[in-house]
């Protein structure tokens, strides 16, 4: 099994990251404090977060952060992706927004 990360995963990956990030500091954590939580390594956290990397890890790290970041595995990852329905959906011009409102 190869450790290269398909191209239809790698914007996941990152998102992920970018929300595991997010997260974390919302909580006030440092990537050390995180990774003493979570049980694994700083430079793995950091790898994790990195937006520039996709890189693979294991479910058992994913439920580790989360359970670090006190939120569920499954919440992690719905925060994490947009579906396509949503990210190919066309904004609404503010006009509109305001007219929703009456």
Known sequence: MSKAV??????????????????????GMSQEKLAEKANVSRSLISMVEAPNAA??????????????LDI????????????????NKSRKPLTDLKSDKK
């Open 6 to 27: 398909e191209f239809k995963n790698r914007d996941r990956l990152i998102q992920l990251g970018i929300a595991i990030s997010t997260l974390r500091r919302i909580r």
């Open 55 to 68: 890189r693979n890890f294991t479910v058992e790290v994913l439920f580790n952060i989360a359970d670090a």
């Open 72 to 87: 569920s595995p499954a919440d992690l990852l719905d925060a994490s992706v947009f579906p396509d329905n949503v990210i």
